[in-house]
């Protein structure tokens, strides 16, 4: 089974938590687009689901295929997102962000009821962190907001480059108007505390940490699909 049978594979299992009538969010990357393109089949065959995407690419992508979409505000509870991961830890603690979606992807996440994360067996991790984290930020004051973020780390005992994320010849800018650092720690061995840190710096917009948000993942390898819940 290649890398794109084993999205399609989480995808599929996925797609068995659906049901008619739900509100959902949808996530980003190529993993979720793959289940975008499962679900406008079922939609295509009678049904009901209204979505709210993660992003303008999600957006088109399930305007493209006939998933009918709502915005967030006009959907503010949802029953279940359905979304890839950069990395899944054994505690459903994620990071996300490899395709510069992760704010727009943890609001509607938080807005949701359950969050299933799809990937394949390549994204679960011992220990999260090999991964660059990427850590969205206003672009003012982008240099004070990256010191404070090196302090941060030097506190905790993390180390790594802190690049800004680069798009052609300029500067990636999230769908939000932001920038993203991509740190590279290497290993994380607090992530709670690390993300709880990040949030207090005041440039800090959002981060990748995802930590108590996911309830499911379901994960595909050569063998077949398997689910992961949280182990405390
Ligand atoms: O910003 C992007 C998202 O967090 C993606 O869900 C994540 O990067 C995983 O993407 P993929 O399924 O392409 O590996």
């Not at 799809?118 to 090999?130: M, N, P, Y």
């Not at 969205?136 to 090196?150: D, K, M, S, W």
Request: with cysteine; charged share 25%; proline share 3%.
């Amino acid at each position: 089974m290649d890398a794109r049978e084993m999205k399609i594979k989480a995808a599929e299992a996925a797609l068995a938590h659906v049901e008619d009538g739900m509100r959902l969010g949808i996530g980003t990357g190529s993993t979720a687009e793959e289940f975008v393109r499962l679900l406008a089949e079922k939609v295509a065959g009678g049904l009901r689901v209204e979505g709210v995407p993660t992003s303008e690419r999600t957006a088109r992508l399930c305007l493209e295929l006939g998933v009918p979409l709502k915005s967030l505000d006009e959907l503010p509870e949802l029953d279940l997102t359905i979304d890839g991961a950069d990395e899944v830890d054994g505690r459903l603690r994620l990071i996300k962000g490899g395709g510069g979606a992760l704010l727009r992807e943890k609001i509607v996440a938080c807005a949701s009821r359950r969050m299933i994360v799809i990937a394949d067996e390549s994204k679960v991790v011992e220990t999260l962190g090999a991964f660059k984290l990427p850590i969205e930020v206003n672009p003012f004051g982008l240099v004070a907001t990256r010191i404070a973020i090196e302090k941060l780390a030097t506190r905790m005992g993390l180390s790594g480059a802190i690049d800004l994320r680069a798009s052609g010849d300029g500067t990636f800018t999230t769908d939000g108007g932001h920038y993203i650092l991509d740190a590279s720690f290497g290993r994380i061995p607090d992530a709670d505390a690390l993300a709880r840190n990040l949030n207090d710096i005041p440039g800090v917009v959002e981060h990748g940490l995802f930590i108590n948000i996911a309830s499911l993942a379901v994960i595909a390898g050569p063998a077949g699909a398997r689910t992961l819940t949280a182990k405390e």
